[in-house]
C-alpha cells in the first residue's frame, strides 16, 4: 500500500507564490518518475512538472520560467515551487508519482488534489 499525502496550496493574489510538497510512504522499493498535475473547472487534468530520479526535469510550456520542481530521493518527496502566478494557474493540483513495490513493474499512484487559487 502507497500513499501520497500533499500540503500547501491555498490562496494568493497574482504575482504571489506557493510551495506544495508531497510525501510517499508504504510499501515502496523505488520512486521512478514524481511530478504534478492540475485540473482547472472544466478542464482536464494536465502535467505541471516531473523529475526523473536521476534528476532530469519537463515542463508545461506555460509554467516554464516561474514554476520549479525538486525532489528528495531519501525522503520520497517532490516539492513544487510556484512564483509569479496568475489567474489561470488556479485549479486542483494532484501529486503523482510513479513506484515499484519490488515486482518490478511501477504503478502509478496520485495525492487528494490540493486547491490553488489566484486571484486577480
Known amino acids: 500500500q502507497v500513499q501520497l499525502v500533499e500540503s500547501g496550496g491555498g490562496l494568493v493574489q497574482a504575482g504571489g507564490s506557493l510551495r506544495l510538497s508531497c510525501a510517499a510512504s508504504?510499501?515502496?522499493?523505488?520512486?521512478?518518475?514524481m511530478g504534478w498535475y492540475r485540473q482547472g473547472p472544466g478542464k482536464k487534468r494536465d502535467l505541471v512538472a516531473s523529475?526523473?530520479?536521476?534528476?532530469?526535469?519537463n515542463y508545461a510550456d506555460s509554467v516554464k520560467g516561474r514554476f520549479t520542481i525538486s525532489r528528495d530521493n531519501a525522503k520520497n518527496t517532490v516539492d513544487l515551487q510556484m512564483n509569479s502566478l496568475k489567474p489561470e494557474d488556479t485549479a486542483v493540483y494532484y501529486c503523482?508519482?510513479?513506484?515499484?513495490?519490488?515486482?518490478?513493474?511501477?504503478?502509478?499512484?496520485w495525492g487528494q488534489g490540493t486547491q490553488v487559487t489566484v486571484s486577480s
Open positions: 503523482n508519482a510513479l513506484i515499484s513495490g519490488g515486482t518490478g513493474i511501477d504503478n502509478a499512484y
Open positions: 508504504g510499501t515502496i522499493f523505488s520512486v521512478n518518475v
Open positions: 523529475i526523473r530520479s536521476g534528476g532530469t526535469t
